[in-house]
């Protein structure tokens, strides 16, 4: 198993930019999730999915979109990248926890993006 | 407004010192309380986690002493080791509202030898 795959590694954006994150997992997990670590802020949470063709906003989603198209995939796109958008951006994915029950999360090794 | 408050942001300990990590949670609704573990370049992995309803869980070096009426928690690192440098994620969640995890801040930590 490859786990959370996360490309790519590192990415130089300009101001007003468009590009697209990709995620994918292999351990047929029905959760998937996108945050952003900051210094300090730990990592927020950006956007998540429960399943195929279903995605919720989290804490701070503004500038990105999701999908959901397939089990395995989860791309985040920046509609007009910011300069407040650099950040390192991490993937999880784990089984749903539905009514008292939560499950590790496995996470991607992340991308790091700047935004100039 | 951060719903779990980490501290300290970094610490430096001698090996076999005893790092202790402190998180502070305002939502009384939170029931499940991770600790993640991140090395340089990685994502974040789960170390170890407890419920509201245990005030001490170990798994190995590793303790996490929970005070559900002062809400806060910590993570206690015994013998600590060169390679527990890393740094350490604090997280809270509702079990009832699934897998959405609030992170604190995070802790720097540095074992020297």
């Known amino acids: 198993n490859a786990g959370v795959t996360q490309t790519p590694k590192f990415q130089v954006l300009k101001t007003g930019q468009s590009m697209t994150l990709q995620c994918a997992q292999d351990?047929?997990?029905?959760?998937m999730s996108w945050y952003r670590q900051d210094p300090g802020m730990g990592l927020r949470l950006i956007h998540y999915?429960?399943?195929?063709?279903?995605?919720d906003q989290g804490e701070v989603p503004n500038g990105y979109n999701v999908s959901r198209s397939t089990t395995e995939d989860f791309p985040l796109r920046l509609l007009s990248a910011a300069p407040s958008q650099t950040s390192v951006y991490f993937c999880a994915s784990s089984y749903v926890g539905y009514g008292g029950s939560s499950y590790e999360q496995y996470f991607g090794p992340g991308t790091r993006l700047t935004v100039t | 407004q951060q719903q779990v408050k980490q501290s300290p942001q970094s610490l430096i300990v001698q090996k076999g010192g005893i790092p202790i990590i402190n998180c502070a949670y305002e939502?009384?609704?939170?029931?499940?309380f991770p600790w993640y573990q991140q090395f340089p370049g990685k994502g974040p992995a789960l170390l170890i986690a407890?419920?509201?309803?245990?005030s001490e869980k170990k798994e190995g070096r590793f303790t996490i002493s929970f005070n559900k009426s002062a809400k806060q928690f910590s993570l206690h690192i015994m013998d600590s080791q060169p390679g527990d440098s890393a740094t350490y994620f604090c997280a809270a969640a509702v079990k009832a509202a699934g897998n959405k995890l609030t992170f604190g801040g995070g802790t720097r930590v540095l074992v020297k030898p």
């Open positions: 999915s429960v399943g195929a063709g279903i995605t």
């Open positions: 939502n009384t609704a939170f029931d499940y």
């Open positions: 407890i419920r509201p309803d245990v």
């Open positions: 351990m047929n997990h029905e959760y």
